[in-house]
C-alpha cells in the first residue's frame, strides 16, 4: 500500500532526552513537512524539505532538528532544547499537482515529556 | 502574511440535514490555493476538497462543495446529507500557488457534530 508512515504512534520522552520521529512515506513525492498541533490551535509548520539533502525552518523552528538523506525519509529530532515539546507532531508529503502541491498526511505521532 | 481564520469552533448538525462551515483569509495575492483538511477522531488530517482561486467556479466532490467568493475572501464548506462518519475537526487552509512547495497556512478548525 501506498501512503505515509509515522512511527511511533506514542512517545514518552523524559525531560532533558532528545528523542526522534519517524516519518517514511513510498509515494515518490519530493517534498516532506513536519507540523506542530496543539489543543485549539491550527498545525504549525515546523521544517519542510523539498529535495534529498535539502531542508527549511519553519515557523516553530527551535528546539528541533530534521535530517533528509533519502527521499523516502524524513526523521524529526526534537531536542531538550524544545522548552515545551508536549504536542501532536503530523509529517505530510506533497506532489505537484495542476500548479500547487497537494499535501498528504501520516497519522501522527503523539509526544508526551514526562 | 497569509493568515486564515474559521470563527466557528464548533458546529453541529443532524444526520441527513446540510451544513456550512465558515473560512475567511487574508492575503496579497491574486492566485492562490485553498484547502479543507477533515482530521476525525483517529486525528490523521485528510485532503477533502480543494479550489483553485483562478477557477470561477466552485470546486465540488461528492457531497462536499465549496462557495469561494474571492472577492470577499471566503471560502466555505457544505456539507449535504451528512453523515455520522463526517463528526471530525475541519480545517482551512490556504497556499500560494507556483512557488512550489510552499507552507500552508492553516484554520484553527471548526468541530462538527453529527446528531443522530
Known amino acids: 500500500d501506498g501512503g505515509i508512515t509515522q512511527s511511533p504512534k506514542y512517545l514518552f520522552r523524559k525531560e532533558g532526552q532528545n528523542v526522534t520521529l519517524s516519518c517514511e512515506q513510498n509515494?515518490?513525492?519530493?517534498?516532506m513537512y513536519w507540523y506542530r498541533q496543539d489543543p485549539g490551535q491550527g498545525l504549525r509548520l515546523i521544517y519542510y524539505?523539498?529535495?534529498?539533502?535539502?531542508?527549511q525552518k519553519g515557523d516553530i523552528a527551535e528546539g528541533y532538528s530534521v535530517s533528509r538523506e533519502k527521499k523516502e525519509s524524513f526523521p524529526l529530532t526534537v531536542t531538550s532544547a524544545q522548552k515545551n515539546p508536549t504536542a501532536f507532531y503530523l509529517c505530510?508529503?506533497?506532489?505537484?499537482?495542476?500548479?500547487?502541491?497537494?499535501?498528504?498526511f501520516g497519522p501522527g505521532t503523539r509526544l508526551t515529556v514526562l | 502574511a497569509q493568515t486564515v481564520t474559521q470563527s466557528q469552533p464548533e458546529m453541529s448538525v443532524q444526520e441527513a440535514e446540510t451544513v456550512t462551515l465558515s473560512c475567511t483569509y487574508d492575503?496579497?495575492?491574486?492566485?492562490?490555493?485553498l484547502f479543507w483538511y477533515k482530521q476525525p477522531p483517529s486525528r490523521q488530517m485528510i485532503l477533502v476538497i480543494r479550489?483553485?482561486?483562478?477557477?470561477?467556479q466552485n470546486a465540488t466532490e461528492n457531497r462536499f462543495s465549496v462557495n469561494f467568493q474571492k472577492a470577499a475572501k471566503s471560502f466555505s464548506l457544505k456539507i449535504s446529507d451528512s453523515q455520522l462518519g463526517d463528526a471530525a475537526m475541519y480545517f482551512c487552509?490556504?497556499?500560494?500557488?507556483?512557488?512550489?512547495?510552499?507552507?500552508?497556512?492553516f484554520g484553527t478548525g471548526t468541530r462538527l457534530t453529527i446528531i443522530p
Open positions: 509515494l515518490n513525492h519530493d517534498a
Open positions: 492575503t496579497s495575492e491574486s492566485d492562490y490555493y
Open positions: 524539505s523539498q529535495i534529498v539533502n535539502d531542508f
Open positions: 479550489q483553485e482561486a483562478y477557477k470561477q
Open positions: 505530510a508529503s506533497s506532489i505537484w499537482t495542476g500548479g500547487t502541491d497537494t499535501q498528504y
Open positions: 487552509a490556504y497556499d500560494r500557488s507556483n512557488f512550489g512547495n510552499e507552507k500552508l497556512t
